[in-house]
């Protein structure tokens, strides 16, 4: 059941990630003498032929996780994950939610060492990455740095936020070829 699931996740992914493709195609046919290169991954500047700089093509993106949501109890990241990916090699992770005070409950950022953790919400040999307080202000930045899957869970109250309240997620950076 979990490899079931996990394969599902996977090939949501690549689902996605044509999905970015066949929206880039739409884009180029709508604009074609304008067109930058944005979304196709070669950087070249079609109007005079020359690769893009840098600043100018997609780097690295620092991206909020759950967006205007951040992180709480209660909000499908799994689904979040799915809605915004691909996730590239080098972007950064944002995980933003409020240090614990009367009326909110309190988040972390766990990171689980295999997938079988993760579909159980097992943390018994997970590594807290971030502690109920570096949510705060501009929040807990994580780099994507490993080529390998980050799984994601809130540690908070045993696993019940991981596997109750929906904030778990897995993401597998791709590589960005956009340069
Ligand atoms: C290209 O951009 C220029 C300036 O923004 C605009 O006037 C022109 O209509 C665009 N061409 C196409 C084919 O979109
Ligand atoms: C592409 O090249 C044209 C002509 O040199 C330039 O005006 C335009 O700003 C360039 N576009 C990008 C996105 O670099
Ligand atoms: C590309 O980068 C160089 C060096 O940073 C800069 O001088 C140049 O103006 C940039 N070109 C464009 C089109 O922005
Ligand atoms: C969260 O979203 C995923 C992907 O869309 C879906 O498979 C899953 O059933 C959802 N979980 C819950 C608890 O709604
Ligand atoms: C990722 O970032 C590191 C540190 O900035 C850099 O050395 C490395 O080349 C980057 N890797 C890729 C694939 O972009
Ligand atoms: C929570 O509320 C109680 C009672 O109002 C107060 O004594 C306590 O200091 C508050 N704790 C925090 C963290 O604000
Ligand atoms: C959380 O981590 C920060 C930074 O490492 C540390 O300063 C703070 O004391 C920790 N807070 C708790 C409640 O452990
Ligand atoms: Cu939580």
């Keep these: 059941m979990g ?20 929206q880039a195609n739409k884009d180029w046919g709508s604009s074609k003498s304008n067109y930058t290169g944005r979304g196709w991954g070669w ?6 032929n020359h690769p893009m700089n840098e600043t100018e093509s997609e780097g690295p993106q620092k991206i909020i996780v ?10 499908n990241y799994s689904d979040w994950a799915f809605q915004n990916a691909p996730f590239y ?7 933003k939610y409020d240090p614990p005070s ?3 409950f309190p988040h972390s950022v766990y990171l ?13 040999r997970a590594k807290m990455i971030a502690n109920a307080t570096q ?18 869970a809130c540690g908070e109250h045993d696993g019940i936020h991981c596997k109750l309240g929906g904030m778990k997620f897995m ?7 956009h340069y």
Excluded: I, Q
Aim: proline share 4%; hydrophobic share 45%; aromatic share 24%.
């Design 66 to 75: 759950g967006g205007a949501e951040n992180w709480h109890f209660g909000f």
């Design 89 to 95: 090699f080098n972007d950064t992770l944002v995980f």
């Design 112 to 124: 689980f060492p295999d997938r079988w953790s993760y579909m159980n919400c097992n943390l018994k």
């Design 171 to 177: 993401v597998a950076p791709l590589f960005r070829w």
């Design 3 to 22: 490899f079931t699931f996990a394969y599902r996740l996977m090939l949501v992914v690549a689902a996605a990630s044509l999905l970015g493709v066949s």
């Design 135 to 152: 949510g705060g202000g501009d929040g807990f930045e994580f780099v994507l740095n490993k080529w390998r899957p980050f799984y994601f």
């Design 102 to 104: 009367n009326g909110t």
């Design 43 to 48: 950087g070249w500047n079609s109007t005079n």
